[in-house]
């Protein structure tokens, strides 16, 4: 048996607008100057509060938590705003159901999002059905240690050799290394490639075709052919 773990935002969905905007949200109520995007979308990955301490490397605790609150709030509103869909990115549907099909793989999730946030993006996607696992930030500590994949593979029964982690950012690509299990980076999301290669990764993906057949042949598993290449979303 076969365990793929993926990362959620900047790996499966594109949901860097909305971070970025229930972040501004969040200090601007608070009374803080905006963060640019790049800033924001460094810390993606990590859980909330660990990830509001980066970018607020002066505050308490305490307004850290409240800035966290703010986050949490701000994201569920814009959730539901249509301006702030996180859709797919080309290919990763036609990934997930392909290897899902497979009875000797099992899928799950490693995300710093909440429990919450990954049932929505489920139940939009109709996805719960292929995921045998699902950890998050709200159970684990924050990436990049190596709880989350630790329990994945104990829930599913497959050792480190026969797991990949799948992610966009260098605390993904860390986690992997720290979990002794594969760790294999995508060029979609919010880290830079070269930055992926540094922390680990034994390769790189630039879509979800090479993804899908790079993982394929890491794990001694039948790659697809070679002429499948991503797809769009179907709206």
């Not at 249509?82 to 009875?103: F, K, N, Q, R, T």
């Amino acid at each position: 048996m076969k365990l793929i773990v993926f990362d959620c935002d900047g790996t499966l969905v594109d949901s860097q607008h909305i971070i970025v905007a229930a972040m501004n949200m969040a200090f601007e109520h608070h009374g803080l100057p905006k963060m640019q995007a790049n800033e924001v979308l460094s810390i993606v990955g990590l859980s909330l509060p660990l990830a509001v301490a980066r970018l607020l490397p002066d505050a308490s605790t305490e307004n850290v938590e409240l800035v966290s609150d703010a986050y949490r709030d701000a994201f569920g509103q814009l959730r539901g705003d249509p301006a702030h869909h996180e859709p797919l990115y080309p290919g990763m549907l036609d990934v997930i159901h392909a290897l899902s099909a497979d009875d000797d793989v099992l899928l799950g999730i490693a995300t710093g999002k909440s429990v919450r946030g990954v049932m929505a993006l489920f139940e939009r996607m109709a996805l719960e059905s292929h995921f045998f696992t699902v950890q998050t930030a709200d159970t684990h500590p924050s990436k990049p240690h190596p709880s989350m994949i630790a329990t994945a593979m104990a829930e599913a029964g497959v050792g480190p050799d026969d797991t990949v982690m799948i992610g966009d950012t260098t605390f993904d690509m860390e986690m992997a290394k720290r979990a002794n299990v594969h760790a294999v980076g995508v060029a979609w999301g919010y880290h830079p490639v070269e930055a992926l290669h540094r922390a680990g990764a034994g390769f790189v993906a630039s879509d979800a075709g090479q993804l899908h057949r790079g993982v394929s042949e890491m794990l001694g598993m039948t790659p697809p052919p070679a002429c499948a290449g991503p797809q769009m979303e179907a709206s």
